[in-house]
């Protein structure tokens, strides 16, 4: 998926490199104003008539492939740390629905120890009112 990328760059530097290795400056001029301002001399037409000899790229190649791995690198990388932020995210949403199972349970046990205060002062209420006739009937 991420591999059409680096191999869109390749293909476009490939066709574009009989462009970057021309010998000769093509220059659109009419021929009015070629004639008009400088005359016509064969050193001045030979030049851009010289044949282009075979070009070595194997250097080019080599940078080209240096890019390449580079980027297949990143590219790696970057699947990497997707697929490590995938299983973060999924021990985060573990996590929350721990955490959230341990509120419900803190919530029912506060519910519980307010059920059990009521009842011990419920009791602590009768032992005193038990306790109260008693005292004063001495």
Request: hydrophobic share 40%; charged share 20%; glycine share 2%.
């Amino acid at each position: 998926m991420r591999l059409t990328y680096p191999c869109a760059v390749l293909l476009s530097v490939c066709t574009a490199v009989p462009a970057f290795c021309q010998n000769t400056v093509l220059v659109a001029a009419s021929p009015t104003t070629a004639t008009a301002n400088a005359p016509s001399t064969p050193a001045a037409t030979a030049p851009a008539a010289a044949p282009v000899g075979p070009i070595d790229l194997s250097g080019f190649k080599e940078i080209v492939e240096q890019k390449n791995k580079t980027l297949s690198n990143q590219v790696n990388t970057e699947k990497a740390v997707v697929k490590k932020n995938g299983q973060i995210i999924q021990d985060a949403k573990k996590i929350a629905a721990a955490n959230k199972k341990l509120e419900e349970e803190r919530k029912q046990l506060a519910a519980q120890n307010a059920a059990l205060d009521q009842q011990r002062q419920a009791m602590q209420a009768e032992e005193r009112a038990t306790d109260a006739p008693s005292t004063v009937g001495r």
